[in-house]
């Protein structure tokens, strides 16, 4: 069993010192994940002229939405080989090394041209990411003891150097991929314009070394944690969930409920990688007072709002202590606020019927949308560490990824049926999302007392 490091306090906002490290390897392994994300369907959208791909909506949608299914849903694989042999600790850096080869390997396909090295490195994204991210997020969890009041707190935090991540990405890889200063750049050294998307691509895996090198420089951070704590047992066909009590089992079950509420509210809010980046680059104004950006930039607008609403969340839940709402009240209010938010984009899409609408639309909407984020994400990871058995919380965390990675499949499905002719038909798409999360949020609000009672005194 881990020594506990819940007694240090030494690391950001009075927490454990590796949850600093945490903090910043996470920052840096978003940064690369969601550079990346800015500019992919644009890419694949953007005509062979222009260095993009030259595919249909509904094929660039279909490839977004399966490429993001399987980054989380190797994510179960992942967290049951950290479990039973690497440990947490190992599968993270050999997850960092995988992804930046990933990274690397899309940038190369402005050399080689040849469109099979694309699809490669997005395999080794998904493959590289599936061991990192249960793992790293297990690793927050072993930093505290039970009952350990700054947990969630702990969890807001690092779910803020995610963002913190997410936030410039897209800035630093939107104008690599999009942006005419750097065009004239490349042009300036001889180089194809064309090509400055795989500059974007290459800075995304740039990002995700940063990252791991300052991950192994603090080690010492990290002393029984991270290890493998499963032994594998004598007789394969062993079930490693036989020996779980009762009680345990009905946590268990917890986690599997609120996984259909986190399917339900990801459906939604993956859809600002997708048809709401779509709606910014053809249907929004990309200019502030004359001033020209990448529309990709609008991806950075949500973590930047992660980002001051996370800290707020954090200090609320620590002042309230076990006075603060349960987790699946969290959930509910977190599904009742993207509703809202796709409630925004109803009125955007009628909007749009005379042109290009004000950038107001959807910086509104992802701020509604981003409230529910910071309700929902860190209280997920927090009551999945919470809730399930030690030996299995890298199991668990995999299987809480894949509720992601449904979600993520469902709507980059639901996305090829974007329409940026269709102003009425937009409306309509963005409405049926809108009516099914306020429908969920109330009957998750119906059965938050019943869950309660399921997770047997923990919040």
């Not at 080794?124 to 707190?153: Q, W």
């Not at 701020?367 to 994400?377: D, H, P, T, W, Y």
């Not at 007392?449 to 919040?459: D, L, Q, S, T």
Request: net charge neutral.
């Amino acid at each position: 069993m881990a020594t506990s490091l819940s007694s240090d306090n030494q690391g950001i906002g009075g927490q454990p010192r590796g949850l600093t490290t945490l903090f910043f390897t996470e920052l840096w392994e978003r940064f690369s994940y969601y550079g990346m994300r800015a500019i992919l369907i644009l890419y694949i959208v953007a005509p062979a002229s222009d260095g993009g791909l030259g595919l249909s909506t509904k094929s660039a949608a279909a490839i977004y939405g399966t490429y993001t299914m399987w980054v989380y849903l190797l994510a179960l694989p992942g967290g049951f080989i950290a479990d039973r042999w690497l440990g947490a600790r190992r599968a993270v850096i050999l997850g960092g090394v995988i992804i930046a080869a990933g990274h690397c390997t899309i940038a190369l396909v402005a050399v080689f041209t040849r469109t099979e090295l694309f699809f490669a490195g997005l395999a080794f994204i998904t493959l590289g990411t599936g061991l990192l991210k249960p793992s790293i997020s297990a690793m927050v969890g072993e930093l505290y003891s039970e009952g350990d009041e700054r947990r969630d707190a702990g969890f807001s935090l690092f779910f803020m150097g995610i963002n913190i991540g997410a936030a410039f990405a897209p800035i630093v890889c939107g104008f690599l991929a999009q942006h005419p200063v750097f065009k004239d750049v490349l042009t300036s050294f001889g180089l194809n314009p064309a090509h400055s998307w795989h500059w974007g691509f290459g800075a995304a895996g740039v990002g995700m070394l940063v990252g791991l090198a300052q991950f192994l420089a603090a080690q010492d951070r990290f002393r029984n944690i991270g290890e493998c704590k499963t032994v594998v047992p004598a007789m394969p066909q062993q079930n490693l969930f036989q020996p779980l009590p009762p009680e345990q089992w009905q946590r268990v079950g917890v986690i599997m409920i609120l996984f259909v509420f986190t399917v339900m509210f990801g459906i939604v809010s993956e859809q600002a990688g997708s048809s709401m980046n779509l709606f910014a680059d053809r249907l929004t104004r990309t200019s502030i007072f004359g001033w020209e950006f990448p529309s990709s930039w609008f991806q950075s607008v949500i973590p930047i709002y992660v980002i001051l609403l996370a800290p707020l969340l954090s200090r609320l839940w620590m002042r309230l202590g076990d006075r603060q709402p349960s987790s699946p009240a969290k959930f509910a209010l977190s599904l009742l606020f993207v509703g809202l938010a796709f409630g925004v984009m109803i009125a955007a899409s009628l909007a749009s019927r005379h042109g290009e609408v004000s950038p107001l639309w959807l910086l509104t909407a992802f701020f509604l949308q981003e409230i529910g984020a910071v309700l929902l994400n860190p209280t997920g990871l927090s009551v999945v560490t919470k809730l399930a058995p030690a030996h299995l919380v890298g199991i668990m965390m995999g299987v809480w990824f894949l509720a992601s990675a449904v979600a993520s499949r469902i709507a980059g499905h639901l996305a090829g049926f974007f329409d940026e002719t269709n102003t009425d038909f937009l409306a309509q798409y963005f409405g049926v999302l809108s009516g099914v999360m306020l429908l969920t949020a109330l009957v998750l609000a119906l059965l938050t007392p019943m869950i309660r009672r399921m997770m047997g005194g923990v919040r």
